[in-house]
Each structure stands twice: as structure tokens, then as C-alpha cells.
């Protein structure tokens, strides 16, 4: 919780954001003025609230991010 507080950014990655407690941080993150970005296969309850979501695989997704570093 400490950490999530702390952050500039909350990402997520391949979760369900379904399974509580920790599907409390990403929000807990974006009410304290983090950035919040969703890397899922699927649509998750907590889309509408992020700053990107991106539906795809996570593998591929990272690699592609890294890459453009």
C-alpha cells in the first residue's frame, strides 16, 4: 500500500483487477494523482478509469515498449 501511494505510476499488467485487495491499488494509485495503464487481454472493470489500456498480450506488448526505449 505504502508503494502504491508513493507512485507516479501504476501499471498493470495481465490481471483481472477482480481479486481484492489488490485490485484496490490501482484506484487507491490514480485518486493520489498517479498515471494508471492497463496491459490485459481482456477489458477489465477498472478500464474507464486508466489513462491507456491496451488489449493485447503482455509478452509482445513489453518487448515493443522496451524496444522503443
Do not use: H, W
Not at 490481471?15 to 498517479?34: D, E, H, I, Q
Not at 491507456?52 to 515493443?64: D, H, K, R, S
Request: net charge negative; proline share 6%.
Amino acid at each position: 500500500e505504502a508503494a502504491t501511494l508513493a507512485c507516479d505510476l501504476m501499471l498493470v499488467l495481465g490481471s483481472s483487477l477482480a481479486v481484492y485487495p489488490a485490485a484496490g491499488f490501482p484506484l487507491l494509485a490514480k485518486r493520489n494523482g498517479a498515471r494508471l495503464a492497463i496491459v490485459n487481454r481482456e477489458e477489465t472493470p477498472q478500464d474507464r478509469f486508466a489513462d491507456l489500456v491496451i488489449n493485447a498480450e503482455i509478452g509482445p506488448t513489453m518487448q515493443a515498449a522496451i524496444d522503443a526505449l
